[in-house]
């Protein structure tokens, strides 16, 4: 697992996306144009938790290192070290992948 040196802020989760697939189930090789957006990746960061009315912080339901699933278009990617990323909202993320 990769070490960064970012802290998210409030509800927000810091996500590594795992690569899409090369060549399809039949062995056809995708090139890069035809690849789909990773929907998928591992955690790597954590906010503390977004600041409730009484001053207390909600806390995630997600950790570092579990594998999660994002919806498409939610988040911003960033650039750090060479390495892509993503920052999330913790609603952005739609489901924890259980194994």
């Given amino acids: 697992m990769a070490k960064i040196k970012i802290r998210p802020l409030d509800d927000r989760v810091v996500v590594q996306p795992i690569e899409a697939e090369e060549k399809t189930s039949g062995g056809i ?4 144009t035809a690849k789909e957006k990773p929907q998928r990746g591992t955690v790597l960061a954590v906010g503390p938790g977004k600041l409730l009315d009484n001053g207390t912080r909600g806390e995630l339901s997600v950790a570092v290192g579990d594998e999660v699933i994002y919806g498409k278009y939610g ?25």
């Fill in 29 to 32: 090789v995708l090139p890069d």
């Fill in 75 to 99: 988040g911003s990617d960033i650039e750090v070290g060479g390495d892509e990323y993503k920052i999330l909202r913790e609603s952005d993320i739609l489901a924890k992948v259980i194994q």
